[in-house]
């Protein structure tokens, strides 16, 4: 389950399943939203971008999902793999003159062999 | 390599003391900014530099954290007389442009641990 503070929320997912990692983001004037990964040790990693005039975008075994209508963002990734174990944020962009990135506190994923 | 380069990887010293942590940029990119992460927890925006337009030090901490940006490119975050929770990873990432729909690349930051 989800926690809040000190603990992140955690998804436990077995090889090869599919995950889906979810964000409520917080300002519907956003226009540009980011998934990022970031592996301990590490810097986050960008993966995805998409845009508000979009609601479904594509890459390479992840997919975006946005619905503006309830501020909900989700990552999809097919075929989980163990080096997909990692922290996820999403991160978004209000648009207007203060265009600060706005972060997520991210959800941890692990992946069970 | 063609990322953001961030030095020291690792820096341990001691409570009261002054740091100094470095940032390389991707070549190009006009934006640069700091973040904060301490462990388990999201980023804390610090500081962004934009091209030649003031930086935006809206969410250092207190006046003993200051950063600068030198001929728009490398920057160095200052930490002075450091505090035990000023233990942390900071994290420095540029862009092509500041917002403007731009993602933002990280380094793999500094961690900094006040004894």
């Known amino acids: 389950g989800e926690s809040v503070g000190l603990h992140l929320p955690t998804l436990s997912v077995q090889e090869g399943d599919n995950s889906i990692i979810n964000c409520a983001y917080s300002n519907s004037a956003s226009d540009y939203f980011i998934w990022y990964k970031q592996e301990s040790g590490k810097g986050p990693q960008f993966i995805i971008d998409i845009r508000s005039n979009m609601d479904k975008r594509q890459g390479q075994r992840v997919t975006v999902l946005l619905n503006k209508t309830v501020k909900h963002l989700s990552l999809q990734i097919a075929a989980t793999q163990p080096g997909d174990s990692a922290v996820y944020f999403c991160a978004e962009y209000p648009s207007g003159n203060n265009r600060k990135l706005i972060w997520g506190l991210g959800t941890s994923l692990a992946v069970n062999p | 390599g063609a990322g953001v380069s961030q030095s020291p990887s690792n820096k341990v010293t001691e409570k009261g003391k002054d740091v100094e942590l470095r940032c390389d940029p991707i070549s190009g990119h006009t934006a640069l900014y700091w973040y904060r992460q301490s462990l388990g927890q999201g980023l804390e925006f610090l500081i962004y530099f934009q091209g030649n337009s003031a930086p935006d030090k809206s969410g250092l901490p207190s006046d003993r954290f200051s950063a600068e940006r030198t001929g728009g490119s490398v920057s160095t975050l200052t930490i002075q007389r450091t505090q035990q929770e000023d233990s942390a990873v900071y994290l420095c990432?540029?862009?092509?442009?500041?917002?403007?729909?731009?993602?933002?690349?990280f380094g793999d930051g500094t961690r900094l641990s006040i004894l």
């Open positions: 990432a540029s862009s092509l442009g500041w917002g403007g729909n731009q993602p933002q690349h």
